[in-house]
């Protein structure tokens, strides 16, 4: 609707709609300023002097009709969709009379080719089918399935979401007990960014038909997916899959969710949100690129990559161990400055076995006899450590490379040093440079591999 201070006259509706009935609507907002404001703190203007009441008040809202409408042949909606908009003109009537406000009205530029009223109603959630991923609450909820602040991380994600969950009411009428709604969920305070995966666009059971809206998704976690930036970035998903299928000439279940990750990286789509990095940000497909691999930074409150802070050797192990995809192997404790309980014990120790397994000194000092002795593991008391590494220091871009050569002959991967010349008189890199030397050791071995 819209407010206009004088000229009013000309969009008081005359006469009330089909069916009218005062007992439906009620309205009691404060008068408004007559140099603009707002009714109260509950209807405000935006542009132009426009405005939506939004469920503010009783009225603005009808629950008669609601599944009717998305149950029925679309031949059949027409009396259903004619009682909506005559539910919404009668809100409007009670406004400019009962309501004493006949200022407001609606916006005459607006569906001008339909009596400035929209043709259809706004549906909010309709029929979603079954797919081969179902998003759920734990999904959307930071809180549910782990400790936060995010929810858990979707490495398949085609895009990002942060809006809370919002459910409507199933009744008119409060419970008496409680005073609330049956049906009725306002999340916000604690919602946070989320994921979409692939597989909620991919239907059971059938193949090359890709959907954008109703994907798969309980009710509430479709209360905090169904807006239109969410839609946006499904749509764009959808049309990657399909135009790498064409190309490919093979099913839509054939494509890698990596190739589709891959073109939206190329195209500044974010696939997980972090608020320190923008789509402009140098080394942006490197650190999304990563962080779908898993790695997110340690206590991670405030949904940051810290790309600027330098990147420590804890971190870097890490990220090594999750972009070369190692799996965990733990034999012992071989480092005389990591505990068992550090977080990253788990990626030094792998990387440990990884190297020790091929003959391989990825760190000084490795084959020491008291370490590698073969009866070592009898020894009635623990052997000692020799192995030294200050997690918290950070890395030399020299270190890092020479790091992930020696990695990457072990592991049977290519590796050209040259290729990473820029970094090998860094004295130390950043958490973002990090991101963008192992995602270009990955795309160096995926281009040999082609």
């Not at 073109?263 to 696939?271: A, R, V």
Request: charge should be negative; include cysteine; aromatic fraction near 10%.
């Amino acid at each position: 609707m819209r407010y206009r201070a004088a000229g009013y006259e000309d969009h008081l509706l005359k006469t009330p709609p089909k069916g009218y009935d005062a007992s439906l609507y009620s309205w009691a907002p404060r008068t408004l300023p007559e140099q603009g404001g707002a009714f109260g703190t509950e209807l405000q203007p935006s542009m132009l002097g426009k405005m939506l009441t939004n469920q503010r008040y009783f009225g603005d809202d009808r629950l008669k009709g609601n599944r009717d409408y998305i149950l029925s042949h679309p031949r059949e909606r027409t009396e259903i969709r004619k009682d909506f908009m005559n539910h919404s003109l009668g809100f409007l009537y009670f406004i400019q009379t009962d309501g004493g406000m006949p200022q407001l009205g609606l916006s005459e530029d607006e569906f001008a080719d339909n009596n400035n009223m929209p043709r259809s109603p706004y549906v909010r959630e309709g029929r979603r089918f079954r797919g081969r991923v179902r998003l759920t609450e734990n999904d959307v909820s930071a809180y549910l399935a782990g400790p936060g602040p995010r929810p858990p991380l979707r490495k398949d994600s085609i895009a990002i979401g942060d809006w809370g969950v919002e459910s409507r009411r199933c009744r008119d009428e409060p419970n008496p007990m409680t005073n609330t709604y049956d049906g009725s969920m306002f999340i916000r305070t604690l919602r946070a960014p989320y994921q979409v995966p692939f597989g909620c666009l991919l239907p059971e059971g059938l193949d090359n038909l890709l959907v954008t809206t109703t994907i798969s998704a309980t009710h509430v976690a479709f209360c905090a997916l169904r807006v239109e930036a969410v839609w946006a970035q499904t749509g764009a998903a959808a049309g990657i899959a399909a135009s790498l299928a064409i190309r490919q000439g093979s099913e839509i279940s054939d494509i890698a969710v990596e190739s589709i990750q891959d073109s939206m990286l190329q195209q500044n789509y974010k696939l997980t949100y972090f608020s320190d990095v923008h789509s402009e940000h140098p080394h942006f497909r490197g650190i999304q690129w990563l962080a779908l691999k898993g790695c997110l930074p340690e206590g991670d409150t405030g949904y940051c990559f810290f790309p600027e802070n330098s990147a420590t050797w804890g971190e870097f192990l890490e990220a090594v161990v999750k972009a070369f995809e190692l799996p965990v192997s733990v034999t012992g404790i071989h480092f005389d400055t990591i505990e068992s309980t550090d977080h990253v014990f788990r990626y030094a120790e792998t990387l440990y076995d990884t190297a020790s397994r091929k003959g391989v000194a990825l760190f000084d000092n490795m084959f020491h006899p008291s370490i590698d002795h073969p009866a070592d593991h009898l020894l009635p008391e623990p052997r000692q450590r020799w192995l030294t590494l200050r997690t918290e220091a950070a890395v030399s871009g020299g270190a890092a490379v020479r790091f992930l050569a020696l990695l990457s002959s072990i592991v049977g991967r290519d590796f050209a040093t040259d290729d990473f010349a820029p970094y090998l008189q860094k004295a130390h890199i950043t958490r973002a440079e990090m991101a963008d030397l192992l995602f270009s050791c990955a795309s160096n071995l995926n281009t040999a591999q082609s």
